[in-house]
């Protein structure tokens, strides 16, 4: 009988340690790719931020198609060959582009580079606001600010080689794939919202860790960037229209515009 009460209290024993291992084997684990656990931790965040200026330097991005071909036909840069206007590379110099240029109908094109940087951008930005206590975390705060000022160079590169373009102010989803073209209107104010946040976070350079060389964003080159948008907000425009005029939205009125440029270069 005893045996048998052993026996019993054993195949209990061994069912409760069963059960036990078996919650704890089922416990979610976290995966360093996880967004709340990469956009807590400054050093796991400073990846993302790469992450974004590594496409600046792609083959056919800044380093390869924009920054060689865009604004080099002027009284002061010229494409070094005349004669051969009508080739792929000579027609980005003279804007006059088409739908089968060889140079920009591909999947690492300039227009692709850029956007994949802005969707980098808008997935930090997100895990960062979402994860990271920026309030409280100087390091945070500054890449939530290096991240909303690199995501505006990006757009204000964008709209000055295409004008009205595609607003992506949050991660791709299902249903926003295909976007239309968005007023630029609506893309300056929104440039010009975050770069005043943007200010807020970063540090004036050498008073951080993070800015003591130019390599990084800091307090100054954010109020610059503002600066130099809310000129171009203020100023006249290729629309989609046809005609050349300045923006009709009460909110990027030039004498607000420039006041903006007034105060920013004042500060720094």
Known sequence: MKKLLYSILAGFSLLVVLSACEDTLDAPTKSALDESVIFSSPSLAEGAVAGIIHSFGETNSYR?????YYGVNTDCEVRNSLRDFNT????????????GNGQMNSANNAWAMFYQGIERANMAIRGLRTYG???????????LGEVLTLRAVVYSDLMKAWGDVPARFEPVN??????AREDRDIIYMQLLDDLEEAAELVAWPKASSMTQST???NKAFVKGLRARIALSAAGYGLRQDGTIRRSSHPELEPAKMYAIVK???LDV
């Open 263 to 265: 105060k920013e270069c």
């Open 174 to 179: 299902t249903e926003t794939v295909y976007l």
């Open 133 to 143: 206590d920026v309030g409280n975390n100087p390091q945070l705060a500054q890449l």
């Open 215 to 217: 390599e990084r964003v």
């Open 88 to 99: 792929d590379g000579a027609r980005l110099v003279n804007y006059n582009t088409n739908v």
């Open 64 to 68: 390869g198609r924009f920054l060689v």
